[in-house]
């Protein structure tokens, strides 16, 4: 007995990840592990601190998700870090922005041997058809003995929440259903707090100073003096603050859970499916008989000690190991064929605009700009020891000291990588001109572009206003009456008919037409107006339009003629500057020959 008591002291909460293995994991041990005695004391009103954390989380998270929308710039949002392996079998995640219910039954009920159909038509009749069974999503995990209910309605979570029996097979079984923290959320665990700290002192008095984090709730765990705090952030605080007093903030590492009663790991005692299975709680042995010879052993190490005791080195999971992030001088490697490594492929993303599209492969191409014009594959030639041509070439090869550190910042990229690779004469030259941005960078090229866009745009409206009249006079054409056509008819076919002040048709050869033809005959005339009206605004929209992509083709091409001549102004300028170096490199070569042949005559002649 005393054994059993030592070993039901501590166990904490499950790290959340991205994999759906994990995240039952995570919803496996949302609630701290203690001892059945302390899990059946726990009272409603914990439930429901667990249901408004839950609830808060996901208020939090659209917030966050809606300030994310609603900056002005998209920023790269790249994980690194994924862990690579992968499980078997891996199911997909459930959706990440829903409620999570987790369904944890007494012993006695291994949900391995019911199906899922069945266990959800339990839980919609236990919610006396409350819901539907396309309202939520249910998953078992066998290893763990739970049940995941996701939903993304908050009446269908609170409903499933307060369940406190299903009935399978014809009998009543007592569960405990109780609501988990989001994805968005961090553990940590503080240690030096007062044993039985209630979660309201707990929370009253907690304070973090860390910009972007919050405190969602935060519980003794079982009856030490450590306490597992929840944030809702991306930073894990290094401190928090309990009144007053500064306290050091762990992360939170997850433990293995090992049932102490029928010694398998997975689940804990309080809900293990075997509670009847007789095996030895302390060495493991089957079927034990009164008196046997008894050693302690862990089951989960194997060691002699208590099964769950804090110095147990396999008692917390092992870190997940994270890709290692490629570091420049391997990336150097990569682009230069020298490394031994083999390459690494880019993950695959999902984007929801073509704004972060966009974006993201413009911050992208900043990290991996390169120029293009460099020729990796082309060897130096080797300099001969009787030319001095050949070592004023030797001597244009080499890089400056520093690896190019003497010039301007922007240069300093793009020389840095040339110092290890061959270089042509053309680039020993002009070496600044592979730096030389594309004529796609050029503001005056963008805002051009960007007028286009605005011309394009503007067209459409047009286009969608002339539809609207259309419309609207096929509408007026459709209510006029048959006589108001062939009154339309006969004014366009005697075109010697006048109206007079009174607005009548009055001809000479006919008597005075009835009031109704003259309605529609007003109506006729209003028609054509607005007929030749739509006309003219639709030549002139044309017209205008037409006007507009000339100028916009004209700039266009200036800009570009513009753009070549000054690119070979450039290049002009550089090859005048580097002329008289080589001029001047030539002439101290001819000298040196001549100082050396000078003396060899002399000494002949005499």
Known sequence: MALNAATDQQYHLLVQDGTADDQMDQLQGDHDTVSRDAIGAQSHAEEDASWQAAKSTKKRKQEALERRRGSAGLQDQVKTGTPTFKKLPKLPPLPKDDYKIVIRPNQGLPLRNILTPTLAQAIIEACQAGIRDDHFILRINPGSNIAILSTKYEEVADKVRLIRALVLNGRAHAVRAYAANGDDTLRGVIHGVPMNTSTETLMAHLRVRTHGVETITARMIGTTKSAAITFFGTTLPRTVYYYGGELRCYPFRPTIQVCKVCREKGHRADVCPHPDRPICRLCGLTNPTDGHPCSISC????????????????????????????????????????????????????????????????????????????????????????????????????????????????????????????????????????????????????????????????????????????????????????????????????????????????????????????????????????????????????????????????????????????????????????????????????????????????????
């Open 299 to 606: 089951a989960s190490c194997g060691e002699a000690h208590p099964t769950g005791d804090p110095t147990c080195k396999k008692r917390l999971k092992p870190p997940k190991p994270k890709q290692p992030q490629v570091q420049a001088g391997h990336s150097d490697k990569l682009q230069q064929g020298t490394s031994n490594d083999p390459p690494r492929t880019k993950n695959l993303r999902w984007f929801s605009s073509e704004e972060e599209e966009n974006a993201y492969k413009s911050a992208d191409d900043k990290h991996s700009s390169r120029s293009h014009s460099r020729s990796p594959g082309r060897k130096p030639h080797s300099p001969s020891k009787k030319s001095a041509p050949a070592q004023t070439q030797q001597n244009l090869h080499r890089s400056p000291p520093g690896g190019g550190a003497k010039g301007n910042g922007g240069d300093q990229g793009c020389t840095q990588q040339a110092s290890a690779l061959p270089v042509s004469w053309a680039e020993a030259v002009a070496p600044k001109s592979a730096c030389t941005p594309p004529i796609t960078q050029n503001i005056h090229y963008q805002a051009v572009i960007a007028e286009n866009k605005q011309l394009k745009q503007r067209l459409d409206k047009y286009e969608n206003k002339i539809m609207w009249l259309e419309k609207q006079l096929a509408q007026l054409m459709g209510a006029t009456p048959k006589t108001t056509v062939q009154a339309s008819q006969n004014l366009t076919s005697h075109p010697s008919e006048k109206l007079r002040d009174n607005g009548h048709i009055q001809p000479q050869s006919t008597p005075p037409r009835d009031p109704v033809a003259n309605i529609g005959t007003e109506q006729t005339a209003t028609n054509l107006t607005l007929q030749q009206q739509l006309q003219l605004m639709q030549q002139h929209i044309l017209q205008q339009t037409e006007a507009q992509m000339k100028q916009f083709f004209v700039e266009f091409h200036d800009l570009k003629r513009y753009v070549h001549e000054s690119l070979d102004k450039e290049t002009k300028r550089r090859r005048k500057q580097n002329q008289p170096r080589s001029q001047e490199s030539d002439a101290k070569s001819m000298l040196t020959s001549d100082a050396e042949s000078t003396p060899t005559s002399s000494h002949h002649g005499n």
